[in-house]
């Protein structure tokens, strides 16, 4: 995990004692990436990739007062899920199966996606 997005997870704000363990996490993190893990590569820039899919192909939540990201549900055509209030409805046709599936080979696709929904609900709830 890179600072930044520790960073934003944390809210912005780092404590003292924080950025000291931050600063002992990256050197041992560069040491271990000395060795080089390439699949865990692959899978992070496959991430990036579905990542800017999902904030492409998401709507914003149609609860009131809610607002925040809905992204679709890959199995579906026309589905989304609310990152804040776990609202489910349906909206425009999103192609997110599809899109995915045409960038990339392999059968772990939705296992991707399913993680990085899994990290846009993490940020949310850092976020309130
Ligand atoms: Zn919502």
Redesign the pocket.
């Known amino acids: 995990m890179k600072f930044k997005e520790i960073q934003k997870m944390a809210g912005g704000s780092l404590g003292f004692f924080d950025r000291v363990a931050l600063g002992a996490m990256t050197v041992i993190e560069s040491a271990a990436s000395g060795i080089s893990n390439i699949s865990d590569n692959i899978i992070n820039s496959e991430k990036k990739i579905v990542h800017k899919t999902i904030k492409e192909e998401s709507l914003t939540?149609?609860?009131e007062g809610?607002?925040?990201l809905?992204v679709p549900l890959y199995t579906t055509i026309n589905k989304y899920k609310?990152?804040?209030?776990?609202?489910q409805f349906a909206d425009a046709d999103h192609k997110i199966k599809y899109t995915i599936e045409s960038k990339f080979n392999g059968n772990d696709k939705e296992e991707i996606y399913g993680s990085c929904v899994e990290d846009l609900v993490l940020l949310q709830k850092n976020n309130k």
């Open positions: 939540c149609t609860s809610c607002n925040c809905a609310c990152t804040s209030c776990d609202r």
